[in-house]
């Protein structure tokens, strides 16, 4: 039997490569970085995600690393006002069946990694960067920029936002720029001055920006993003994004909200980008996962969970089409379009939703005041869940 290639070792990626495994395919995942890894921040999973990663088999080893938050939390960032929130309680629990919580991403990035590392199926190779295929009848040749060449039964492109593996397939040059710049920050808990909400996930909303907090590895750290939707970027300037629009965007807000930037580094920031979405990224042998396939803005902080759920119908697609992988990735990206394209686009929605002023602020914070906490309704359809060969 001949290996699949998974170009990317990302969350995607590894997570492809576990499902993958567990079907009985053998599987090389190659990573153009030194070392198999992830950035040093906090990632949010939904009950969704729990649901898949409970299949992949590593739920259960994720769980000391995670946080699970009492409630998600908006407030308003020009009062300080806490306008609404979503309990994670026992009412969610037993809508959804899995728990909401938060993670260190190099503890989800790991935890994927130690599982992948015990299948002989697997074999993962650091410092390969894919560079182009070319596809035969029955195998997919792949040549990498250090002259590694590997040939595959099939190919999947799960090398993220800048994916060459999509430009091969679609061809849709550079990512959508959405001019939202985020700063983040990983103090440890004993720093947070406010404490009134630290078991929560919060964010607040405020004109052209919002901020994150919540806690990670088993509250020890805080995890601080700051999010601005530059108006220099907007108006064509120079230093769009740069730290003193930051500090500028969030002069007109609540002192205590304001004093959170302390929490936050200037060091570097992240450029948001999307793509709009596509009817195809499958060709022949060949197709993209997690955001090769579907890069979202991170607003309704789904990106790598869409990537994780991509994964396991993936495999369930291959192991239904035995050798025919055209068939199987057809079948999965029918599957994947219209779940992830939806989230891409409710994604750009709220982000315009929690950065509002003036008149729709005041509606939006009037609409919100009156929610049931038990009922997460913009998220339900997402957090109910994918059915898997007709199971949930
Ligand atoms: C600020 C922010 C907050 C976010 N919060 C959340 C959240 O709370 N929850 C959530 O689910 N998602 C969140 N996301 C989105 C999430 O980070 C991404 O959707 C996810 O990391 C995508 O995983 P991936 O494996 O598809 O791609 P990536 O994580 O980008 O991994 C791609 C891998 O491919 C490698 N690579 C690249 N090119 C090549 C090549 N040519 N050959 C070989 N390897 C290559 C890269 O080195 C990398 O390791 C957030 C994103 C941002 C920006």
Redesign the pocket.
């Given at each position: 039997m001949k290996e699949i290639l998974i170009?990317?070792?990302?969350?995607?990626?590894?997570a492809a490569a576990l499902a993958l495994a567990q079907k009985g395919r053998k599987v090389r995942v190659?990573?153009?970085?030194a070392e198999?890894g992830?950035i040093g921040?906090?990632?949010?999973?939904g009950p969704n995600?729990c649901r898949m990663l409970d299949r992949l088999g590593v739920l259960k080893a994720l769980e000391p690393a995670a946080v699970f938050p009492e409630a998600l939390i908006f407030a308003d960032a020009l009062t300080n006002e806490e306008i609404s929130r979503i309990s994670l309680g026992a009412a969610f629990r037993a809508r959804y069946q899995f728990p909401y919580f938060?993670i260190h991403?190099r503890d989800l990035h790991g935890g994927l990694l130690a599982a992948c590392r015990q299948r002989q199926e697997i074999v993962l190779e650091s410092s390969?960067?894919?560079?182009k295929f070319t596809q035969q009848d029955e195998q997919v040749t792949i040549t990498?920029e250090n002259g590694a060449v590997h040939e595959a039964c099939a190919l999947i492109g799960?090398?993220?936002?800048?994916?060459?593996t999509r430009q091969a397939v679609i061809g849709d040059g550079a990512p959508r720029m959405a001019g939202h710049y985020?700063y983040?920050g990983v103090v440890p808990d004993a720093q947070i001055v406010d404490r009134r909400r630290v078991n929560c996930m919060t964010i607040w909303g405020g004109p052209d920006l919002h901020l994150v907090q919540y806690r990670l590895q088993s509250g020890a750290v805080m995890n601080n993003?700051a999010?601005i939707a530059s108006r220099r970027w907007r108006r064509g300037e120079p230093d769009a994004g740069a730290p003193d629009e930051l500090e500028e965007l969030f002069a007109r807000m609540h002192p205590g909200v304001r004093d959170s930037l302390r929490y936050i580094s200037r060091e570097r920031n992240?450029v948001?980008h999307d793509r709009e979405p596509v009817t195809n990224w499958t060709d022949g042998r060949v197709t993209l996962?997690?955001?090769?396939a579907h890069?979202?803005l991170?607003y309704l902080?789904?990106?790598?969970?869409?990537?994780i759920e991509d994964a396991v119908v993936l495999a369930e697609k291959v192991a239904a089409a035995g050798e025919d992988y055209p068939r199987a990735f057809l079948a999965y990206q029918r599957e994947r379009m219209n779940r992830s394209a939806r989230v891409v686009l409710s994604s750009r929605f709220f982000g315009e939703y929690i950065h509002l002023d003036g008149g729709a602020r005041e509606l939006r914070n009037e609409l919100a005041r009156g929610r049931d906490p038990d009922l997460p309704w913009e998220v339900d359809w997402l957090y109910r869940g994918i059915e898997v060969n007709g199971r949930l």
């Open positions: 170009a990317g070792g990302g969350i995607g990626g590894l190659l990573e153009k970085a198999f992830e921040y906090g990632i949010q999973m995600v938060v991403r390969t960067e894919i560079k990498c799960a090398e993220g936002l800048r994916s060459p985020v983040r993003v999010t992240w948001l996962l997690g955001d090769a890069p979202t991170q902080a789904q990106g790598a969970q869409m990537a």
